[in-house]
């Protein structure tokens, strides 16, 4: 099984940039869909991003469309997620996930279809 632990999160101003890396052990990482949630107090865990184990295939949400990058390094068992304009609607924790998957090319972005969490790290858009 994998463990997975996320960084970079901070505190930035509206428009800013931020850099989130989730890093990966214990597992061979190309085995591995993964994908970016968020998680904010009172609120369903929101789907962010996520990317195919092959890292070929990407999905946003249509809030971060344009604005949010994902992106997969197997060889470092790294997941990263560059965040730009950012709003204080992007305020929340953001955790990794990660589930395996045969398919090289397929994303998924059902919470409840990943086995592997991290403890998240938190975003916070001051407006």
């Known amino acids: 099984q994998v463990q997975l632990v996320e960084s970079g999160g901070g505190l930035v101003q509206a428009g800013g940039s931020l850099s989130l890396s989730c890093a990966a052990s214990g597992d061979d990482f190309s085995r591995y869909a993964t994908s970016w949630f968020r998680q904010v107090p009172g609120k369903e865990r929101e789907f962010v991003a996520a990317i195919s184990r092959s890292g070929a295939t990407t999905q946003y949400t249509d809030s971060v469309k344009g604005r949010f990058t994902i992106s997969k390094d197997n060889s470092k068992k790294m997941m990263y997620l560059q965040m730009n304009s950012l709003t204080s609607e992007d305020t929340g924790v953001y955790l990794c996930?990660?589930?395996?998957?045969?398919?090289?090319?397929?994303?998924?972005?059902?919470?409840?279809?990943?086995?592997?969490w991290g403890q998240g790290t938190q975003v916070t858009v001051s407006s």
């Open positions: 996930a990660g589930t395996v998957i045969g398919d090289p090319f397929v994303v998924v972005s059902d919470p409840g279809e990943y086995a592997y």
